[in-house]
């Protein structure tokens, strides 16, 4: 079979922005670009992101592009003779498969404070009942199934249409309406009267809290900040690598990309945190702040009902568009290893998916005495453990490793790959880093990722 292409470059930069955008530019780049001295380290996250993400992202649009399969048969392409490489591409695929397990019940979170928004559901409520609400959604089972349900089947229905009149078709719309979005409730954050010590908070640079943090975590959090932002390490960038053409060069591309995920996190910044100082309520991380923080900003603010249904519109395209790009590389590496069709795989992916996620969305209330790894964790906190803190930082270092050393792709056929076309080049003198530098800074990530976890 004739490999599928994208209708367009803008289709391409658009789905592969939308993977790298998800919830976690929204309910965490804000807080700790604001507790890390504002713009001090949004400058310092830039840096990392050129030196950190950048890198590993062309390496993995790179592998796509020239082997034009999926993560699970990439390897067997680009080094049949190098036999041991394939196990990653399995990793690769399981990890998916993982991410999925949780994010598609988060993503039905978002839907299900959508549909409460806009029918009115907080309208009235102090501020003990608004947070209630998120306690009683998480202890009902069948609410949380029903709306993973209907996210999963929603996401393989758009897959099972076709690449160009399904998945680039809703998600070139769908991340267009989520920019328009954002920049509209933003501007209406900045211009709130009292918002001005929130926009002081998260954009001027504050040496003294920098300071009181220690320059050594600021580091470490933009780094990390940096690195995890893109959703490196399980393919899922390799994927669109293989559905475009040569006419551009892939580290143009890469900046393209890292340029609209940065945009999407600091603008998110701009939403939250101004209106939290404007309205007088403490700045919190995580999913307080979306489901309980934020729900009773909008109960204060004027026509909060209207504003609190455009930021869930805005988080479920955020959520949404990476279920669509995370269900796009299952489908493909299911295509690659069965020669079934589109519309099979995505029928018996479907019905995988959803009892996959099951534990997760059980993990709250029926399955809430399973507590994995320390006390107080959820089956969610411990899948999301083993795809932010294992699969995605060796994933990457195995990508960079093979790309860089003759044991792998080697750097010249990785750069021979990611330089053709129009655009930025890769200087010859990145070689050193790449190889050296890069791996032992991304296994520094690793293990200080592992440290922290259980300290």
């Not at 001027?204 to 943090?213: L, Y």
């Amino acid at each position: 079979m004739e490999r599928e292409k994208l209708g367009s470059r803008l289709g391409f930069i658009l789905l592969s922005a939308g993977c790298a955008i998800g919830i976690g530019n929204v309910w965490k780049f804000p807080y700790v670009a604001g507790q890390n001295g504002g713009a001090i380290f949004i400058l310092i996250y830039l840096f990392f992101l050129v030196i950190l993400g950048l890198p590993v992202m062309t390496m993995e649009f790179a592998m796509g592009r020239s082997a034009q399969k999926s993560v699970v048969q990439i390897y067997q392409k680009l080094t049949p003779n190098k036999k041991n490489w394939f196990w990653h591409g399995k990793a690769a695929l399981a990890g998916n498969y993982l991410l999925m397990m949780f994010y598609t019940t988060v993503c039905g979170w978002m839907l299900k404070y959508f549909i409460d928004t806009c029918s009115g559901q907080f309208v009235g409520l102090n501020t003990e009942e608004v947070s209630s609400r998120f306690a009683e959604m998480i202890a009902n089972p069948w609410s949380l199934i029903i709306c993973m349900g209907i996210v999963v089947v929603a996401g393989f229905a758009v897959c099972a249409v076709g690449l160009q009149n399904g998945l680039e078709r809703i998600t070139k719309w769908m991340m267009l309406a989520l920019l328009c979005i954002m920049v509209f409730m933003a501007i209406n954050s900045v211009i709130t009267p009292g918002s001005e010590e929130g926009i002081r908070f998260y954009l001027m640079p504050d040496f003294q809290k920098a300071e009181a943090v220690g320059w050594g975590n600021v580091i470490v959090n933009a780094m990390n900040q940096a690195f995890f932002t893109l959703s490196l390490g399980v393919g899922a960038m390799a994927i669109f690598g293989s559905y475009i053409g040569k006419d551009h060069s892939l580290l143009l591309e890469s900046v393209n990309v890292a340029c609209l995920d940065t945009f999407v996190a600091i603008t998110a910044g701009l939403i939250i945190i101004p209106s939290c100082f404007a309205f007088q309520v403490e700045v919190t991380a995580g999913p307080s702040l979306i489901f309980i923080t934020l729900p009773n900003i909008f109960n204060a603010m004027p026509l909060g009902r209207f504003w609190g249904s455009l930021f869930f519109v805005f988080m479920s395209f955020a959520a949404f568009s990476t279920v669509l790009a995370v269900f796009e590389n299952i489908i493909s590496a299911t295509m690659d290893l069965t020669g079934w069709s589109r519309k099979k795989s995505c029928l018996i992916n479907c019905g995988l998916v959803f009892v996959l996620s099951l534990p997760c969305a059980l993990g709250f209330n029926v399955l809430s005495w399973i507590e994995p790894l320390k006390a107080g964790n959820t089956i969610l906190d411990f899948e999301d453990f083993l795809v932010s803190n294992i699969l995605l930082p060796l994933g990457s270092l195995i990508f960079v490793i093979y790309c860089t050393h003759s044991l792998g792709w080697g750097w010249d056929s990785f750069v021979k790959e990611a330089n053709t076309g129009k655009g930025i080049k890769i200087p010859e003198w990145m070689k050193f880093y790449c190889a050296w530098i890069l791996p032992a800074v991304i296994l520094l990530l690793f293990i200080v990722g592992l440290m922290t976890y259980f300290q």
